[in-house]
């Protein structure tokens, strides 16, 4: 059992920055995929941000390529999203992801975070 917890969220300007936080309890964090996702009120939830186990493959939705960053940092249990330069559409609940491959498919979400951009 993997439980996640995210932070960051807030009320921010266009043009503003935040940094997501999620971490993860537990010792198998390494070996699980870690995911950014979000949700916009009457909207169906869209992938985000993804990257792998060892960080050497990365995913971005096109809405936030060359405006967001996902990184982790096993030694922490952590991975991140830098949200640079938000947009009002950008507003969501953001949630993480983990994901592991081994014996079947093992997947859990974190309660999610408020992110809201004022214009």
């Known amino acids: 059992q993997v439980q996640l917890v995210e932070s960051g969220g807030g009320t921010v300007q266009t043009g503003d920055s935040l940094r997501l936080s999620c971490v993860a309890s537990g010792r198998t964090f390494s070996s699980y995929a870690m995911g950014w996702f979000r949700q916009a009120p009457g909207e169906e939830q869209d992938a985000v941000a993804a990257i792998s186990r060892n960080s050497d493959k990365t995913y971005y939705a096109d809405s936030v390529k060359g405006r967001f960053t996902i990184s982790r940092d096993n030694s922490q249990n952590t991975v991140y999203l830098q949200m640079n330069n938000l947009k009002p559409e950008d507003t969501a609940v953001y949630y993480c992801?983990?994901?592991?491959?081994?014996?079947?498919?093992?997947?859990?979400w974190g309660q999610g975070t408020q992110v809201t951009v004022s214009s």
């Open positions: 992801k983990a994901v592991r491959w081994v014996g079947g498919t093992n997947v859990y």
